[in-house]
């Protein structure tokens, strides 16, 4: 290790070659040769690796959570549906004493209810891509950044 310190001699502007002098002193005391044992790094190596993985796995585990509530969601709004649908003719049938068989084809063939719960079904898949560009986009980044680090963190060693 060298030092290159710039000085003003014309002045008498010294003060570079002190703190130069300091940080050579304060190296040198502090300075001691490390006996790096590889079987406890390999082992702390391997510790940290382990656990970067687990954290890596928790994100894997909550994406799926995620999509398992996706559809809740999706069967929730369905069921809702289903009985909003069925209180119209429940309520038709309650108040007139009667179906016709045109009301009661409809209500057994339920066009109505399968073509709103394609726009809602379609609704929420069209939300579980954009979060999952999103999700897909971080996770990639983090993953790279988790790698940059350890590595340099290992190389300064």
Same mark, same amino acid.
């Given at each position: =290790?060298?030092? $290159?310190?710039? &000085?003003? %001699? ?5 003060? !570079?070659?002190?703190?130069?002098? *300091? ?28 656990? =970067?993985?687990? $954290?890596?796995? &928790?994100? %894997? ?5 995620? !999509?398992?509530?996706?559809?809740? *969601? ?84």
């Amino acid at each position: =290790i060298g030092f $290159i310190v710039v &000085i003003d %001699s014309e002045k008498g502007n010294y003060s !570079n070659l002190i703190i130069g002098y *300091l940080l050579a002193r304060d190296i040198a005391i502090n300075a001691r040769d490390m006996d790096i044992d590889k079987d406890i790094l390999s082992i702390l190596i391997k510790r940290i690796l382990k656990d =970067i993985k687990g $954290i890596l796995n &928790i994100r %894997s585990l909550v994406e799926a959570n995620i !999509n398992n509530c996706e559809q809740i *969601l999706a069967q929730l709004d369905k069921g809702l549906m289903l009985m909003e649908f069925n209180s119209e003719y429940l309520s038709k049938f309650l108040n007139e004493g009667k179906i016709s068989k045109k009301d009661l084809f409809d209500f057994y063939q339920g066009e109505e209810v399968k073509q709103k719960y394609k726009i809602i079904e379609q609704s929420i898949k069209s939300l579980t891509k954009d979060q999952k560009k999103d999700t897909t986009k971080k996770s990639s980044t983090s993953k790279k950044t988790i790698k940059k680090k350890a590595v340099a963190k290992i190389k300064r060693k």
